[in-house]
């Protein structure tokens, strides 16, 4: 089988940098800190059935995020999120 070079690069995807930024939702500050009682934020950071959403689309930092999870499966048990 013979490989055409043209024809390869006119498939690729373009590189990240030539597409438009990823846009984050940023719901936090820095220096905010994540209680579970405020079920009104949490479900931000939820989607509609109810999984959490992952570090790249919410623009929370590491730190954070590992707070919203906590925050979110303690309101669970608690009974204000499902």
């Known amino acids: 089988m013979k490989r055409r070079a043209s024809s390869d690069k006119e498939t ?7 597409m438009a930024p990823i846009r984050r939702a940023r719901y936090l500050k820095s ?3 994540v209680n579970f009682r405020d079920y009104e934020l949490l479900r931000k950071f939820m989607t509609e059935r ?4 992952p ?4 623009g929370a930092t590491a ?3 590992r707070q919203i999870k ?5 309101a669970r048990v608690m ?3 499902p």
Not at 12 to 18: F, N
Not at 50 to 53: L, Q, V
Not at 55 to 58: A, G, I
């Open 12 to 18: 690729r995807k373009p590189a990240r940098s030539a």
């Open 31 to 33: 220096d905010d800190t």
């Open 50 to 53: 109810g999984k959490i959403m």
């Open 55 to 58: 570090r790249r689309f919410t």
């Open 63 to 65: 730190k954070q995020q």
């Open 70 to 74: 906590l925050a979110i499966r303690r």
């Open 79 to 81: 009974g204000l999120l």
